[in-house]
């Protein structure tokens, strides 16, 4: 859907207060002042308004309500930015993070499969965080409550990752997501499986693997049988029939992760003579978003009542590399732990950690850490939320990011 066309709506919505949206953060407000604790309240703000936020575009449409789903079910699908742990259970998996210093951060301290030092991105966004897939019983009750398919190493393509042995590609994701629904159509009748899937929130973050663990790899066919317009297309086409697979499967609302400037990772800057991000990398980076971005409105106008959005993350990602002292970084061109990019990047139990973890976007060659995961879903949260300023802040509170995690 077109920005201006967003924005027109949205002057609607905030002419026309007693709508569903408006009534919903405000239904949110009501119950969050009830309970005492802090984090609490802003976790179940920020989930209500994310929701809010991606769907009151199509209320208006559609009239349904939100406002029952307060904590909406979560399926999340994607790469190591997204796993929770689905690579523990496959025995010959070479893409795992079960090390000592994975989750040092993380309450317990114990490495989780995560692939950081504390919680991923879409844990900071106070979306609720679902087990792993494959952690499940094949009849588990816990679907119902939401999946995470994510697995690390995977991609858009089949092939993206094949180095690792095992990884649940996307369409290995999508695959398990249609079982899911399978077992929640047994347990609570077609009609409301559909409505659960219908309702359900969809966070997807896919295709930095095409790029980092296919594309950018000279061993690799894919870098040296395409050029990068072939590539970006064989992506978003093999995108579009994924997106429509998921709606085939009733998903309506899904959030689809753009991709960060991959050119500044670590993993890259070492290819460049004096550490600097790769620009050729970063501008490939731009193109694959900016047809993404287009793919997303076109299946917006295409499927009826999809409410498909595109999280660009990219400017705030490279903003937080390019000023880290703005947000209270010191260091953003290496990672904390000291790892040996020439086999594989990540923080190995023989690594040194560097003194302090809260200096460093970086934790590894290829992910964040935790601190720096805070900052960008901050960001991520209030440019979704930016949207819906045009809402008289009497009626609409300003949401408070996690600064309490
Ligand atoms: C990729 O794998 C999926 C599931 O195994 C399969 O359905 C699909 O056809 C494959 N795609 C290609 C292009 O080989
Ligand atoms: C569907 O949900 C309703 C309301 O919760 C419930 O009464 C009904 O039994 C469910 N249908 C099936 C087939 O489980
Ligand atoms: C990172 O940047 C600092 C300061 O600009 C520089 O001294 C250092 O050599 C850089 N490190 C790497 C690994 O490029």
Known sequence: MPKTRKIKRLEELANDPPNLAIYEVILITVSSVKLKMKGVVVIMRMVALVGTVVFSFHMIDNKY?????????????????????NNNFLQYS??????PWYGVDYPGGQPTGRFTNGRTIAEKLGISSPPPYLSLSPNDDAVLKGVNYASGGAGILN?????????LTFDDQIQYFQKTRDVMRSKIGVENATKLCNEALYFIGIGSNDYVNNYLQPFLADGQQYTHDEFVQLLTSTLDKQLRRLYGLDARKIVLHGLG??????????????????????????????????????????????????????????????NPTAYGFKISNTSCCNVDTSIGGLCLPNSKLCRNRKDYVFWDAFHPSDAANQVLAQKLFSSMFSH?????????????????Y
């Open 65 to 85: 309500s939100m406002a029952l789903a307060a904590t909406p079910v979560t399926f999340v699908f994607g790469d190591s930015l997204t796993e929770v742990g």
């Open 94 to 99: 070479l893409a795992k993070s079960n090390y």
């Open 159 to 167: 092939d993206t990752g094949l180095y690792f042995i095992q990884r």
């Open 261 to 322: 400037p991959l050119g500044c990772i670590p993993s890259q800057r070492v290819k460049s003579k004096k550490g600097q991000c790769l620009k050729r990398v970063n501008e490939w980076v731009l193109e694959f978003n900016s047809k993404v971005k287009s793919l997303i409105t076109s299946l917006n106008s295409r499927l009826p009542k999809a409410a498909f959005m595109f999280a660009d993350t990219y400017p705030d990602v490279l903003d937080l590399i390019s």
């Open 388 to 404: 819906m300023n045009h809402t008289p802040s009497s009626i609409a509170p300003v949401p408070q990011p996690m600064l309490n």
